[in-house]
């Protein structure tokens, strides 16, 4: 059974600094996908990782993915309030459409 | 882009009730997706469809079903609501091939009283 592990799931941070969150899974996979969701709302797409040493950016936030470590990494760079929401990590199953998502991460950032 | 649309926002039924959650996607999707999500607990997927009627168990199918007689539309059916199924329902599709992105309606906060 595919497990994914996101840390941490809380994260507080100020205005400018940076930081990491981790996405670990448990079973061989080479598709991972980042979401981002606001209070209340649905859930959007920010990355899509298809295979090893995939690093994609957007704005402030970088994606990478380690297929043989099974980690990704969702890097923030002086982050901003705008920021704040939580982020989840979701793994595709090696076989079908499935996908298993992490606990997700609560981000705020203070000014 | 896009569009995958859920028939509530909001909906507030009683206990024992029967009800019907809907959701449409507007890009010839195969694969449908029902969630539900709760404080704590992530996302948990219930169904899935990769075609016309055509449908597999998730992690906590109890208590629910789904019907697809359409490509585009993925219904999800409480057979008699109980408090418990209180929650946010999300929807989502994705293709086939290429990269199984799925791809998330706005969601609908079903509220059993």
């Known amino acids: 059974e595919l497990k994914v592990e996101q840390n941490p799931l809380f994260l507080s941070m100020q205005e400018g600094k940076n930081y990491t969150i981790y996405c670990n899974y448990s079973?061989?996979?080479?598709?991972l996908y980042w979401y981002r969701q606001d209070p209340g709302k649905s859930l959007e797409s920010l990355f899509v990782?298809?295979?090893?040493?995939a690093v994609k950016q957007e704005g402030r936030l970088m994606a990478s993915l380690d297929t043989k470590a099974r980690l990704s990494t969702l890097h923030i760079t002086a982050a901003v309030h705008d920021l704040s929401a939580t982020y989840f990590c979701?793994?595709?199953?090696?076989?079908?459409?499935?996908?298993?998502f992490g606990e997700g991460t609560q981000l705020t950032v203070n000014p | 882009d896009v569009k995958v649309t859920q028939s509530s926002r909001y909906l507030v039924k009683r206990t024992g009730e029967k009800v019907f959650l809907e959701c449409v996607q507007d890009m010839d999707h195969e694969n449908m997706f029902w969630y539900r999500q709760d404080p704590g607990l992530g996302l948990r997927l219930i169904y899935f469809s990769y075609d016309v009627k055509m449908k597999e168990k998730g992690d906590i199918p109890e208590g629910y079903s789904v019907s697809r007689e359409k490509k585009e539309r993925f219904s999800l059916i409480l057979e008699s609501a109980s408090t418990n199924q209180t929650s946010m329902y999300l929807c989502?599709?994705?293709?086939?091939?290429?990269?199984?992105?799925?791809?998330f309606g706005p969601g609908t906060r079903l509220t059993v009283t």
């Open positions: 079973t061989t996979s080479d598709r």
């Open positions: 979701a793994v595709q199953e090696t076989s079908g459409s499935r996908l298993t």
């Open positions: 990782l298809l295979s090893n040493g």
């Open positions: 989502a599709s994705s293709l086939w091939t290429a990269d199984y992105e799925q791809y």
